[in-house]
Each structure stands twice: as structure tokens, then as C-alpha cells.
């Protein structure tokens, strides 16, 4: 099996005791009706949680050999998560390089942007997520959205008044950063993706999920959150994002007015 490339990507830094991410990057194509398909390169964050001498890899993005020896320093890699459906490029080059037990939501790997033909499908994970079955952290617990066309999976670490890591679904792109090309710099903002707190723009378009099953989430409550796009944010996150979606709900109600 051929393996994506390396991608632009930065250091492992930590976040708090045992969790770690780095930020890395994608290139898509997307249509246009002028210019044709344009190459976006932008961000993604992968999480590592330390488990013992044990490493969680969450929303995983291919490393180099410089920065996996640096990886490799902090423990053992034993497991790897799929929060989101549209993510897990990467997930077979871990699954090859160090044996790993994949966990996934449950959504199917595929390529490009329609999941139902069969050939799009390329690879499977070993376990779905659920709310009892998690990878081996002793705080974790697991939500999924099910509402839209594929579901999307977040992660709640019951410590530090709480943890949580996202998919697509709760993003926190102030700005674009270093990892952005010029399109993608001007095209997403465009789009509504750089915004701090922000429901993912293309997760909602793609899935239209009821937004409102959010907040049984945001009831929890957690301090941190560690999106896969953009920076993590450490104080009162629950409730930033709970004003993102009652934004989003009371602007359909105004649009739905006669």
C-alpha cells in the first residue's frame, strides 16, 4: 500500500502533563466553476495523549523521521482515533509502521467526497468507537454526533475541569496560520472557516447535522479543547462554543421567517 507523503508540519509540543499535539497539514482540490479545481493546503492538529508509557494518537498526521524519533522518545505507540469521517489519510501508515489498534467513528474510510461507492473505500478500522469501547485511558468517554449523513466522534477527558478533542465538528481558527497556502488563505476565509469557536462550515454543509445535539455535549462542561483545526483553547470552551450554536440556531429561525 502506497502511504501519503510527509506533509508541512510542526514540532510535538505539550498542552498539558501527558497531552501533546502537533500541528500538520492537508491539500485537497476543490471545484471552482471559473478556475477549475484548486489545490487548498491548510491546517490539521494531531493529539497525543501518554497512557502510562503508552501513546493514544488522535486524528493522526504523518510525521517525519526527526519529528517521529521525537515521538517515539515520549512512549510507545499503541493506539490510533478517527474522530471524523472525513480524516484518516494517515491512519494506515501507523497502522503499518507500528502495528497500532486502530479505533474509528463509525464512518467509512474513503476517498474523495462521496462515501457510498464501494471503490472509494480504502481502508478499515480494527474497532468502532462507543461509548464502551475506548482506547485504554481510564477518564476518557466518547460522544458521537449521529445525526447528519455520517457520524462524528469527540473525545471528554475528565480531568483538569475537563478535556475535549474534536474532529471536524468544533474548530478555532482565529487566523490562518503558517501552514495555510494562499488559496486556502483566501478561499476558507471566504467561506466562513477562520473564525474563533466556529461549527466546522464544511463538516455542517457536507453532513447537515441538527447542531443541537451539541449541547447534551457541551453539558459536560470542559475547560480545554484540542480541535484538529486550529489553536487549542484552555478556558471555559464549553460555553464559547455552546454561543457558537445558538448563533447558528437563531440565524436558520430568522431565515426561516415568512
Do not use: C
Request: charged fraction near 25%; avoid cysteine.
Amino acid at each position: 500500500m502506497t502511504f501519503p507523503r510527509v506533509l508541512k508540519h510542526g514540532k510535538i509540543e505539550p498542552i498539558t502533563e501527558n497531552i501533546y499535539w502537533v500541528r500538520g497539514s492537508v491539500k485537497l482540490k476543490a471545484p471552482h466553476p471559473k478556475f477549475g479545481p484548486l489545490t487548498l493546503q491548510f491546517s490539521r492538529n494531531m493529539t497525543i495523549i501518554k497512557q502510562g508509557d503508552e501513546l493514544i494518537l488522535v486524528n493522526s498526521v504523518r510525521l517525519d523521521e526527526e519529528t517521529l524519533e521525537q515521538l517515539d522518545s515520549l512512549g510507545k505507540v499503541k493506539h490510533v482515533v478517527r474522530l471524523a469521517a472525513f480524516h484518516g489519510m494517515d491512519d494506515p501508515f501507523y497502522k503499518n509502521r507500528y502495528d497500532v489498534t486502530i479505533w474509528s467513528v463509525n464512518a467509512p474510510y474513503f476517498s474523495g467526497v462521496d462515501p457510498n461507492p464501494p471503490e472509494a473505500h480504502y481502508f478499515a478500522p480494527d474497532k468502532l468507537l462507543s461509548s464502551k469501547s475506548l482506547p485504554p485511558i481510564p477518564d476518557l468517554k466518547y460522544f458521537e454526533i449521529g445525526s447528519g449523513s455520517l457520524n462524528e466522534g469527540l473525545f471528554y477527558l475528565e480531568r483538569e475541569n475537563g478535556i475535549a478533542i474534536s474532529g471536524d465538528s468544533l474548530q478555532n481558527w482565529h487566523q490562518a496560520d503558517e501552514n495555510f497556502n494562499l488559496t486556502a488563505r483566501f478561499m476558507m476565509k471566504k467561506m466562513g472557516f477562520i473564525r474563533p469557536t466556529g461549527i466546522g462550515p464544511g463538516w455542517v454543509n457536507a453532513v447537515k447535522p441538527d447542531v443541537s445535539e451539541l449541547f447534551d455535549f457541551f453539558d459536560w462542561g470542559f475547560e480545554t479543547l484540542i480541535p484538529s483545526h486550529g489553536e487549542p483553547i484552555t478556558s471555559a470552551a464549553s460555553e464559547a462554543f455552546r454561543s457558537s450554536v445558538e448563533k447558528i440556531i437563531d440565524s436558520k429561525k430568522i431565515e426561516s421567517r415568512p
